[in-house]
């Protein structure tokens, strides 16, 4: 009994996956038949092998019955700790590839610390007489583009008419300048509280003035500045190579003059409440 043991012992050391052939056990009280030693499971487990133990009884007639011995948990702690090694290893790496970025930098920084002024500044007309005429058309190339954005965003916003510049579009100058300033005025203010209300506060009447003032001052900048650059592009002959035309600089100029309007209607309201508070 004591060399069968032995023999069981030894196979469980090493072969992972292994078939024995076990008389009936004495220490299995719910059931005797089936009983395995408890230190071959031990060593199974320890070993992390699956293990197929055939009880056979005594009976020669009794069928074999197959018993799977499964190892123990060590699968969850290999993943972490094969977890935390990668871990270490990417930290490693990310410290390396910064260390080596650095020592470039630095490198460079030293090599130009190392060149004379008269030796850089020689160099450094040396590379544009070199380069000349790649700078020439590179410079005209960005300024030509810049122009094109410039007037791209010109164009969207005369063609928007949710601006103050647009505010009563459907009346021309001559009408709105017959009509009664202080009715101008109430009109502007209902609309100025329902454009820039205050939705955490409806009652405030304060901060929907000061957003249109911020934006009549910035549809003002933007209108002068689209003005500008289409009279200086006019009088250069340019106007041409730019998407715009003359129609698009009469409407701009026309949009100016309207803001200029509701801004002086929003003044004059203005003066208008301020004496009636004394």
Known sequence: MKNRRAYLFFLLICLPHSTFPVEKGKDDKNNPELAIPHHQTQVASEKNVTVNVYVKSKNTNAPETKILCQPTNTQNSNTSLTTVNENKSTATNVNKNENKIKIYFKNIFEQVMQISPS?????????????????????????????????????????????????????????????????????????????????????DHISPLIQFVNAVDKEMAIINRYILMLNTLKRCKLLRIIPTNERKLEQARARKRRLVFVKHIFLSWAATYNQGQF
Not at 180 to 201: A, F, P, Y
């Open 119 to 203: 030796a850089l500044s020689e160099s450094t007309c040396a590379c544009l007489k070199r380069n000349k005429t790649r700078l020439i058309l590179s410079s005209l190339g960005i300024s030509y583009v810049g122009l094109c954005v410039l007037t791209i965003a010109g164009n969207i916003y005369l063609n928007q008419n949710a601006y103050w510049a647009s505010w009563k579009q459907q009346l021309s100058d001559e009408e709105l300048q017959q009509r009664s300033q202080s009715e101008l005025g109430k009109d502007l203010m209902h609309d100025i509280q329902k454009r820039h209300v205050n939705t955490l506060n409806p009652t």
